[in-house]
DNA sequence: CTGTATCCTTAGGGATACTG
DNA sequence: CAGTATCCCTAAGGATACAG
């Protein structure tokens, strides 16, 4: 696997953060695990995107390697790995929801269950907190 | 100029918005609109970041297109051009906000204010209640 | 099932020169 | 000053095949 320097390009947040995950697809791994309780190689082929084998195993990797998700042996099978999002990882639920709220309000855009959908409009920090508790778990 | 064809890749409201500013560079032309209050080429081109030329002229074409930046002429001069945030782009606040947050949790970053790292801590919405104010002028 | 590896094409982006 | 244009290289990414 090919090393990636990890150097950042200034000290500031905004573009650290771009640096690891300001690119199409890290965000919607992360997505699927906050969401949708994905967490297995194959569930995050199987989202409508369309992921590339390739892309997936190289995201993986960079976001295990920032902290942002850790991997374990799988209870159901010994091939099996499970994926799961660190305390770093479950940090970004803000930043998720921040960002569905906004395309949600631009574009005609939805989560797949509505029922996020319209609980987020009346209560963003009960969702969030929700969410939370559900992935500290 | 080359043609974007704009076509997102699903309905998701978290596919959508990073197939917008899914990038290393949209993002950080907002954070200077936002947080430096810069608004011409040549403060966007002065940031510590370096964007290219290239980059930047196609990242403005884009964020207009996307109603998220407008471009009226600056009161200063004929040439010079004076870029604002839309309604949409002022939304991008809480994103950026979110971001900022994570980032600095994690690693070693300042925004250039530490006056702004210290109310964030303390008072999130009210930061973010002061640059809506600011920016919607 | 979880990846790697490979091939190939396109997009991103740095450097620089140039134009209205 | 605000871009365009060009050159050229690298990174991103799609498709497919293959391996443990």
Known sequence: MKEKK????TDCPVSTALDIYGDKWSLLI?????????NTYGDFLDSKENIATNILADRLALLEREGIISRAKHPDSKAKILYQLTDKGIDLIPVLIEIITWG?????????????????EKDKEGVIKKLYKRLRK
């Open 6 to 9: 990890s150097i950042y390009r």
């Open 30 to 38: 992360i997505r699927d695990m906050i969401f949708k309780g994905k």
């Open 104 to 120: 949600e309000k631009y574009y005609d855009v939805h989560m797949p269950f509505k029922k996020l959908d319209k609980k987020l």
